[in-house]
């Protein structure tokens, strides 16, 4: 359901149930969150790639699962799904980028807006689908798209349900970029190599401050960012990246 490889450096993700729109059971989240923690261990894994297979990107939560009398019952499909992956995500020591090749909607969507870096194909589109079936926005959905595009905006999307296209994403500053159809997956693949090739801690340490500046008023996030930046003070790729610029070259990160 989940299927993960290693491509130099960059650990793409597929979410693997294309004949169920990628829609998340009990079984694909669990196995979701393991392929987390491995990339949060394997210092080769220095980007994340999370994608969907054939025509959508992830339908969210399996809706014939929360019906089902032996599935795993309402009260556990928060704590021990979703939570988790958000988690695992926020805290991850290396960017990921979704790679949004269709339709997300729901816990689909706002687990492709909880990552670093959204990207979508000009086709994708985003939905809130909560509402259409009783449900809140959930997935961190209520925390992250506010800040994204502002309250107005989140909650007109959340309540209405409406389809988001990736163009209308992109200019309202819920994804960084949509592209072109043809080109996505090139255009995707690139901004992974870049990322994998950057300073892999700063970028973690960035990744860190960011979290920490959604709760933090302004002297303790200044205090965030001085504890931050003396560590990656410390880092073999600042050292590179400092010596490289003196020297007129490319700097050779090696996420050290
Ligand atoms: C699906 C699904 C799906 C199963 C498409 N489940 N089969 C958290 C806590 C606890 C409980 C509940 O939820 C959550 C978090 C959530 O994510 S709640 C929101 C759950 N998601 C939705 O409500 C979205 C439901 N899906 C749709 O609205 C549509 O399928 C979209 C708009 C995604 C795509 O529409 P179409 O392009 O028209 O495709 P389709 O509807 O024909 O779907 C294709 C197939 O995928 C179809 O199967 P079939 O056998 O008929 O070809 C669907 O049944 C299946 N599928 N989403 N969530």
Redesign the pocket.
Known sequence: LIISEIKSNIAVITLNRP???N??NREMALSFQKTLDECECNNNVRCVYLTGSG??FC??????E?TDPDGPG?ER??KEH?NPIVTKIRNLNKPILAAVNG?A????ANIALCCDVVVATQSAFF?Q??S??G?IP??AGTFFLPRLIGVQRASAFMMLGD?ISAQEAERTGMIYKFFADKVFTKEAEKIAFTLADLPTKGLAYTKRALNKSMENNLMQQLSVEDELQQMAALTKDFKEGVAAFFEKRKANFTGE
């Open positions: 004949e169920k729109y829609a998340f025509k959508a339908a969210g939560q399996d809706l014939a929360i309402m499909i928060l979703y339709v909607a729901g816990a689909g939905i689908a909560f259409k079936i449900l959930d997935n389809k």
